[in-house]
């Protein structure tokens, strides 16, 4: 179990040099973020690609029957695909307008206090009282990050901070859609089905909006950092998520995972010179202590809940 809690932490970790990652991407070059996420996922693709054949591979040679790809499988994975690319472009949006502390923060933390919340009403169940107080938490502490932030830009950077929490939303629809319309699909082949849909569903954003032309402010290093995102967060990052996800209990890993925004937030301000504040930590300490409860009452429900 401990192997499988250190890759779950090095999972979070590798996720949160994403946002450090294109906060340089947006101030190097005219790259748009729109244009970075869908990169992010053609990158990823062809290693996720690989990964869903050895799974097949693996599924084939073994007695349980593999899950057919027919219609009722295919349109959960499309609808998950959906939310992931308005969760890619929305999340480095975000990071683009403000910084990549207080965008992933918002982001990730809002989610899970909002899955328990939206449970409510999509399914019919009532939040308790500690959900519900978990709630008026993240809310406290996303407003604390607000106000940090005012201080140390000088101004309300509104843009970002509805850009975040737009992520946050678009994150918790894509956690309770995946939890309840739950076909049994591998892994692996989830993940490609969903990446393949949210880059289909960028690329004509992408042309739309010119954002291929912010490619020509690149130099080699530029390319580096892109192919960095598409490979290490993204393929290296899930690879250790879900081979920890093997041998560690659903509340750990629900606690583990929320290490991922407070490293963001330590690399920030290590590396981009972002700071929080006394303010802003406080808040960012309540959003952090809002997201364990939250993840812990949703872990443990019985399967078929929120």
């Known amino acids: 179990m401990i192997r499988g809690a250190l890759l779950i932490a090095l999972a979070a970790l590798l996720w949160a040099t994403t946002g450090i990652v294109a906060k340089f991407l947006f101030t190097g070059t005219e790259l748009q973020a729109v244009t970075l996420a869908f990169l992010r996922l053609a990158v990823a693709l062809p290693f996720f690609f690989v990964l869903m054949r050895r799974e097949q591979r693996a599924s084939s040679r073994s007695a349980t029957p593999a899950v057919k790809l027919n219609r009722k499988v295919l349109i959960p994975l499309l609808a998950l695909g959906c939310f992931q ?60 990050l607000v106000i940090s932030d005012m201080d140390s830009a000088g101004k309300l950077r509104l843009g970002g901070i509805l850009m975040a929490v737009l992520a946050a939303f678009v994150y918790a629809g894509f956690t309770l859609t995946s939890r309840h319309t739950s076909t049994g699909t591998p892994v692996f082949t989830t993940a490609f089905i969903c990446f393949f849909t949210a880059a289909l569903i960028l690329l004509p954003a992408v042309a739309i909006s010119t954002g291929f032309e912010g490619l020509r402010s690149f130099e080699f290093r530029h390319w580096l950092m892109v192919v960095y995102i598409g490979v290490v967060p993204t393929c290296l990052g899930y690879l250790s998520f879900f081979t920890g996800m093997k041998t560690t209990p659903a509340t750990l890993s629900s606690i583990i995972v929320t290490l991922e925004p407070l490293f963001v937030a330590l690399l920030a301000w290590m590396i981009l010179g972002e700071e929080l504040g006394v303010i802003g930590m406080a808040g960012a300490l309540i959003l952090t202590a809002a997201v364990i409860v939250a993840s812990q009452s949703s872990a443990g429900k019985k399967p078929g809940t929120a």
């Open 85 to 144: 690319a308005v969760y890619q472009g929305s999340y480095l949006l975000a990071v683009d307008m403000t910084g990549a502390g207080i965008a992933t923060l918002i982001a990730l933390c809002l989610a899970p206090v909002l899955v328990a919340i939206l449970a409510a009403p999509l399914l019919g169940e009532k939040p308790g009282l500690v959900t519900v107080l978990a709630l008026v938490a993240a809310i406290a502490g996303t407003a604390m």
